[in-house]
């Protein structure tokens, strides 16, 4: 992937997070668990965040699969300091975003959803 793609789909990510300021971090990843972009902390380890949520989105997936409840849409993962919200892009990448406690979850999927769509159409084209 280019630099070029690598800064669009980054400006992808900081949109959406100013457009939704419960949203900590955030990351656009291969289904294989490579970062293809990310908008994380300095202290986060972006390997390990993007192999996380690509082993997640598979399990979930696989899951899915196995007891014939269609396509998957979304996982959220939820602790006692925020959670974790995973979308699948097309079938090459995954988005993922890191929120606070408390985060308004559906102002997050319609930032994420429009994300997404952002995504695809940038991946399509490449």
């Not at 390997?47 to 997936?61: F, R, V, W």
């Not at 079938?91 to 929120?99: D, N, Q, R, Y």
Request: glycine fraction near 8%; proline fraction near 2%; avoid cysteine.
């Amino acid at each position: 992937m280019s630099k070029k793609w690598r800064e669009e789909l980054e400006r992808i990510l900081k949109d959406m997070e100013t457009s939704d300021p419960d949203i900590e971090a955030s990351a656009i990843v291969r289904t294989d668990g490579l970062v293809m972009a990310s908008a994380l902390p300095k202290s986060a380890d972006e390997g390990l965040i993007a192999a996380m949520s690509a082993a997640i989105l598979n399990i979930g997936s696989r899951a899915l699969g196995e007891l014939a409840k269609g396509e998957l849409e979304k996982i959220i993962v939820s602790g006692d300091r925020g959670d974790i919200t995973i979308m699948g892009v097309g079938k090459e990448a995954v988005l993922s975003a890191i929120t606070r406690p408390g985060a308004n979850i559906g102002l997050l999927l319609v930032e994420m959803t429009r994300a997404k769509e952002r995504i695809e159409t940038l991946l399509k084209a490449m």
